[in-house]
């Protein structure tokens, strides 16, 4: 279908357009939008490592012998750093999806509630998450 078989009005050039990949980085989301971004990778990062995550909390539990292989594990810096990155994903996770809770609740729907929620989104998950890795790494 092309804007001969449309009405003027539809054929405007306010109407979305299909994107390539390489011109995304050009366009810069506002902060909603990222917490949005956010809280889906963070969701699919948790998902792909829950099978590890649950190996972990098993292989702690079993024993004394596998809960200081556990340790062992947990003490080299790239498994600190997934950790971290865990930490970070469920932090993020937790107060986003608190967020959108309320949005359905139609609590902050509007622009400037929107646009405070989503800076407090990142204002408590990220000090959260550096509390947290002080803590528990």
């Known amino acids: 279908i092309t804007c001969r078989d449309w009405s003027s009005d539809v054929c405007s050039s306010d109407l979305p357009r299909n994107l390539d990949l390489a011109s995304l980085r050009s366009y810069s989301l506002p902060l909603p939008g990222k917490v949005s971004i956010f809280h889906r990778v963070s969701g699919l990062g948790l998902f792909l490592m829950l099978p590890v995550i649950l190996w972990?909390?098993?292989?702690?539990?079993?024993?004394?012998?596998?809960?200081?292989v556990f340790q062992g594990l947990a003490a080299a810096w790239p498994v600190k750093v997934?950790?971290?990155?865990?930490?970070?994903?469920?932090?993020?996770?937790?107060?986003?999806?608190?967020?959108?809770?309320?949005?359905?609740?139609?609590?902050?729907?509007?622009?400037?509630?929107?646009?405070?929620?989503?800076?407090?989104?990142?204002?408590?998950?990220?000090?959260?998450?550096?509390?947290?890795?002080?803590?528990?790494?």
Not at 56 to 63: D, E, H, P
Not at 103 to 129: E, N, Q, Y
């Open 56 to 68: 972990l909390f098993q292989a702690s539990v079993t024993s004394p012998e596998t809960f200081a």
């Open 82 to 137: 997934i950790l971290a990155g865990l930490i970070w994903a469920y932090a993020h996770h937790f107060c986003a999806g608190i967020r959108f809770l309320l949005m359905d609740v139609h609590v902050g729907v509007d622009k400037a509630p929107a646009r405070k929620s989503a800076a407090a989104v990142f204002a408590v998950s990220i000090p959260l998450s550096i509390i947290l890795w002080g803590v528990l790494l």
